[in-house]
């Protein structure tokens, strides 16, 4: 197999990379090249963590065809890593051909019990990328991904239970899991949490609860959650609102600071909500 060298090295965190900044990098830039070199030289003497690794950076980096080649091997071979890693790929072209490969690498990842491809198999079966949308068979998926502990699939769980989607429909059950999701950070989960006290779905209807979960949702909601972060913002109002109605302002306010230090992102600054909380 033939191995590049990577021009434009990465930072990884997830499957989301961060470009370097041009200039001034200084030892950023050299502990990064140093890592880039490492990690080729382990994949060039078959480490598979590394090159699955290094499939993730050339993939980044655009270099899907040279991504897909260093991964097969690994596929072939039963790396479940580089099995959901291809799926991706593959599901990226959206030519049928490839669709039917990567549910296939997917659907071989989630079998061999890796939670991420378990709950991304769930996201095909139920948005159609899989060939039909099956709601029931999505769910499965996303429970076991779920009772793994992937706070993005038990919010998912969640979403079924309350929605009815592929099972019948159980308000309490899906509380539970948005609550364990939101519990780990998750600000989706959150919010929806926040919306069950707000509206009483499978529990006692309570706006001072409600609000402490919209606090943590706007809270932890990243950059790429915009639209979770304005929708919590203004239910958190109007649950402050309520709650300072119902004279359980002060209540609510220590409940959302008690959970913005079990359950809030680390290293996000913490605002002061409005009225010195």
Not at 156 to 165: I, T
Not at 202 to 208: L, P, S
Not at 241 to 249: E, F, H, T, V, Y
């Amino acid at each position: 197999m033939k191995f590049i060298m990577i021009l434009l090295p990465v930072l990884l965190t997830g499957c989301a990379a961060r470009p370097v900044p041009p200039g001034g990098g200084g030892s950023l830039l050299s502990g990064v090249e140093t890592q880039v070199a490492a990690v080729t030289r382990q994949a060039m003497d078959g480490d598979p963590g590394a090159r699955v690794l290094y499939a993730r950076w050339l993939a980044d980096t655009g270099s899907t065809a040279q991504a897909r080649e260093v991964l097969s091997p690994l596929a072939d071979q039963g790396d479940r890593e580089a099995q959901y890693r291809l799926g991706c790929l593959l599901m990226a072209d959206r030519t049928p051909d490839s669709r039917r490969q990567a549910v296939d690498r997917m659907t071989r990842a989630a079998t061999a019990g890796l939670a991420v491809a378990q709950r991304t198999l769930g996201d095909w079966l139920l948005n159609g990328s899989a060939g039909t949308r099956d709601p029931a068979a999505a769910l499965v998926w996303y429970r076991k991904a779920a009772e793994q502990g992937d706070a993005a699939a038990q919010n998912a769980v969640g979403a079924a239970l309350s929605a009815g989607r592929g099972t019948a429909r159980d308000r309490t059950a899906a509380l539970v899991w948005y609550r364990k999701a939101a519990e780990q950070g998750n600000a989706l989960a959150a919010l929806n949490t926040g919306n069950a006290y707000w509206t009483g779905s499978g529990v006692r209807a309570n706006a001072g609860v409600a609000m402490a979960w919209y606090v943590l949702a706007e809270h932890n909601a990243r950059p790429a959650e915009s639209a979770v972060r304005r929708l919590a913002q203004q239910m958190r109002v109007r649950a402050m609102m309520l709650s300072a109605k119902q004279g359980r302002l002060s209540a609510a306010r220590a409940l959302a600071e008690q959970y913005l230090r079990r359950y809030g992102r680390p290293g996000v600054p913490v605002t002061p909500l409005p009225g010195g909380a």
